[in-house]
């Protein structure tokens, strides 16, 4: 626990906590960056589940940068709000759900890059897909789902 | 106009489903985490085809794209819901403080642009865009609007708590 306060009491925990403005806008940037990672992710997930078959797979890999760029937001801001609340959030259960979600997630839409955006394959351009793709699909749709679920009630520290 | 709306909040915690959410500790917090679902829906779709017309993977054509944003709508519906939850339970943190109005008028403006969206024949003119093809200035002013409009609107929801009057 000595790392915890060491953490909470280092100078970007400092700053993030007693500055008027860093928390609410680091909050934001998070709200946004989940915007962008869940829903780019959601509209991928959706369509290799089945939904809007005819929409082509292809070029919405031009989207993935704007989900990735979501997914190092959120990475940065989190980190940020972890230093200025780490005896809060490190004590609660909670948080380490929702940190395994996050790996959950994020293997998942990793997986699915190498496995359907591949630009050579040939399979990008098919209606549906089976197996892996879906399930990995599922997983993610379920991993964000649920981390948003814990990101929430970290909030209130039910199970602290 | 701030002692009105701190009458309307007297009034509005005093009704039976107002007393209901707070009474059951668990609905206030599922309305949080529904809200954020539904925001992630809204905006995620919403976006998908705003960068369409500004120009990012431009080789998507637009119907499917559009025809995707069915999912933004069950996420503002979601968003509505849980949203009027949290003004009936807990009226004197949203209606007297101005960052709830603000949150208002940019969701209202996000409004005004889709009916813009529709209605200028903007709508009109993209749907016919295949693979490869600009959208035409308007759409992008549109497009840029809407991005602009929903960040602010998650803008204003997350200083609720930290401008005006805090939780």
Redesign the interface.
Known sequence: MELVNAIEQSAVGALVRESLWV??TL??LH??G???L???S??VD??ILG??S???L??????LP?MYLGFWLNALSGLGLLCAEASKMLRDPVFFVKMACILAGTGAIVRLNTLVFRPQDARLDRDTFHGSARALALASLAA??LA??T???T??G?FR | MKQTMEAVSVWLSSTALSEYIIDHRWIFPGCEIFHFVGMAMLVGFALTLDLRMLGVAKNMSIVPLHRMLAFGLVGFGITAVTGLGFVVAAPSQYLPNGVFWFKMLFLALAGLNIGVFYTSGIYQAVETLGPGEDAPAGAKLVGFFSLFLWAGVLFWGRMLAFLGIAF
């Open positions: 928390y609410p909050l934001t709200g946004v989940l915007a962008l869940v829903g780019i959601c509209a959706v369509r939904f809007a005819d929409v082509p292809r070029p919405m890999a031009r989207f704007v964000w789902t948003i679920v990101g929430r009630l909030a209130y039910f």
